[in-house]
């Protein structure tokens, strides 16, 4: 092999070299993005689990406590409530809450439709008691999920 030969086929080496570098590099630079996104994701459930959590709190004490029940019922509602109605309310609030996050968790891609209809299996939207109370309170829910559940009270109460 002559002395051109060599240098040409080390720059050919050297040229395919960076070209496998750049897909790399290209390749490594996408899965760094998606990690990063997945992290965002994964924080932004974690806040949002928390928040959920911190409302749960505040509504199992007036589930623990009748006084405390009584007290938020005249505080909260618009309603006259006495203190059993209240604590029958927020157990139902906590249900369709348990809802939303599940349902926020699917909207977000970490949960399949699958997991969220076993998720939602507790939500009480078969009863009349629980039609009731999401007829009076969905207001206070996502437009997304309202649909959600709504398409499902729709699709439970079609004949088999």
């Known amino acids: 092999m002559t002395r051109q030969q060599l240098k040409d086929l080390a720059e050919a080496t050297a040229f395919i070299a960076i070209i496998a570098s750049l897909v790399f590099v290209g390749i490594e630079s996408r899965n760094s993005t998606k990690q990063s996104m997945l992290t965002t994701q994964a924080l932004e459930i974690t806040a ?3 928040l959920m959590s911190n409302i749960n709190d ?3 004490l007036s589930l623990e406590s009748p006084i405390a029940a009584e007290a ?3 505080v909260w509602s618009d309603e006259a409530f006495d203190a ?3 604590q029958l309310e927020r ?3 906590i ?3 348990h809802g939303d996050l599940a349902f926020y968790m699917f909207e977000r891609g970490a949960i399949d439709e699958d997991r969220l209809r076993s998720a ?3 939500v009480p939207i078969n009863s009349e008691v629980g039609r009731d109370f999401w007829e009076r309170r969905k207001g206070s829910f996502t437009q997304n999920y309202r649909n959600y559940l709504d398409d499902q009270i729709v699709a439970d109460s079609a004949p088999k």
């Open 48 to 50: 949002y689990q928390a």
């Open 58 to 60: 505040v509504n199992v």
């Open 72 to 74: 938020m019922a005249k």
């Open 84 to 86: 059993e109605q209240f």
């Open 91 to 93: 157990v139902l609030y």
């Open 95 to 97: 249900l369709f809450r």
């Open 120 to 122: 939602i299996a507790p």
